[in-house]
């Protein structure tokens, strides 16, 4: 049977593809390429195609056997998401809808959802916890956070069972250097900071060094996108194993700050990479560490490349190899 990878172009699910057929899994692409890339997935099938087409989709269900959904695809920009409500609305939530549906329709009863630890908001306590309040202060996290509610209410009606991550800071590339993180435009921060040495901007901007952390800048927990994949790869496993529904946060338990991010970046690259501090960017909580203990305990899952470096590392060979 395969697996169906909904967004498998882009850059969490290209890795993820990859990781399913190391482990000799049939995959099924579905990807209506808005902000991924085809090239960067070499799945068994691939459908160009939105997710919110219900026909088109149900079409791609009748052909393949179909075991479990990972569903990756929508629109992910904090700020792009405060100025675009109706577009985050219609291809997350409206995307999340049309997709139950069909799986509804076909019979198939297991499902991984990308979530993200803006569903909590600003975080009171640290690190944070499943059981943590949620309370997004954003359109993306309210989004995510509507998405984890209707599964919720798909599975008390027709049994689909799934499991939600919610991922910390996705960073790094495959190991080889084929696929790796190429947004446009590129907002996150490990991207940005090679982009220095590349010679594609002439400096870093550190968005604040006046939050209440050790040197000021914000801190956040970083995980390698293949420590992402085999979480999705054991989720899957866990769910096809008659398991119950389940939320799991994904992080490495360390936080980094800004500064330290720049300075490892320094490293590695042995460019001098300039940065100049900013103003803060509005939405960006000071501190999100996760613990992961739940991820660990009940999916056996333990990140394989827990460090700063390796993920910088990982990311920069991908850069050099990047036209
Ligand atoms: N990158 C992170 O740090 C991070 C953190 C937490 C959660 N996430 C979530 O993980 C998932 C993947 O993130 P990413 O960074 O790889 O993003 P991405 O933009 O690289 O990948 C998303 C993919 O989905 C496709 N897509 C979007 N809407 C679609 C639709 N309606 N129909 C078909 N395909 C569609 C895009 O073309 C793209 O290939 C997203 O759901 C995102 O919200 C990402
Ligand atoms: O040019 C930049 C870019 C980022 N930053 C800072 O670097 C940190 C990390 O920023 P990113 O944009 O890389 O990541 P975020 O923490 O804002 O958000 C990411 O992680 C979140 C969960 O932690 C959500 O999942 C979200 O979707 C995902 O983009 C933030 O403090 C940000 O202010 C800078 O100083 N300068």
């Known amino acids: 049977m395969a697996i169906l990878i909904t967004g498998g172009a882009g850059y969490i699910g290209s890795h993820t593809v990859t990781y399913f057929q190391q482990q000799e899994k049939e995959v099924v692409v579905v990807d209506n390429l808005q902000t991924g890339h085809r090239k960067s997935v070499e799945a068994d099938h691939f459908y160009p195609l939105d997710i919110r087409d219900q026909e088109a989709l149900d079409q791609?269900?009748?052909?393949?056997?179909?075991?479990?959904?990972?569903?990756?695809?929508?629109s992910s920009l904090v700020g792009e998401s405060m100025e675009k409500p109706y577009e985050y609305y219609h291809n997350n939530v409206y995307g999340m809808l049309c997709l139950l549906e069909v799986m509804k329709n076909n019979g198939v009863k297991n499902l991984v959802f990308s979530s993200t630890a803006a569903v909590y908001g600003e975080?009171?306590?640290?690190?944070?916890?499943?059981?943590?309040?949620?309370?997004?202060?954003n359109t993306y996290g309210e989004t995510k956070l509507a998405m984890e509610k209707m599964m919720k209410w798909f599975d008390q009606a027709y049994g689909i069972t799934y499991v939600s991550l919610r991922y910390f800071n996705a960073a790094g590339a495959h190991e080889k250097g084929h696929i790796g993180e190429a947004h446009d435009p590129e907002t996150h921060l490990i991207p940005l900071v090679l982009q220095v040495p590349r010679k594609k901007r002439q400096q870093l901007f550190i968005f604040g060094d006046d939050y209440p952390t050790m040197d000021g800048t914000c801190v956040r927990d970083y995980i390698h996108v293949m420590d992402l994949a085999s979480a999705h790869y054991l989720a899957q496993q866990y769910l096809v194993a008659g398991n119950r529904s389940d939320v799991f946060n994904l992080g490495n338990g360390n936080g980094y700050s800004v500064k330290e991010v720049v300075a490892a970046a320094r490293n590695i690259t042995g460019h001098n990479i300039p940065a100049e501090i900013k103003e803060r960017r509005p939405g960006d909580p000071a501190t999100l560490i996760a613990s992961s203990e739940k991820a660990t305990k009940i999916l056996g899952w333990s990140p394989r490349y827990p460090t700063l470096e390796k993920i910088i590392e990982d990311a920069w060979r991908w850069h050099c190899r990047e036209e």
């Not at 179909?66 to 569903?71: A, C, D, G």
Request: glycine fraction near 0%; charge should be negative.
């Open 60 to 74: 791609v269900f009748k052909n393949h056997k179909i075991q479990s959904v990972i569903h990756f695809a929508a």
């Open 123 to 137: 975080p009171e306590n640290i690190p944070i916890q499943e059981t943590d309040k949620t309370d997004p202060t």
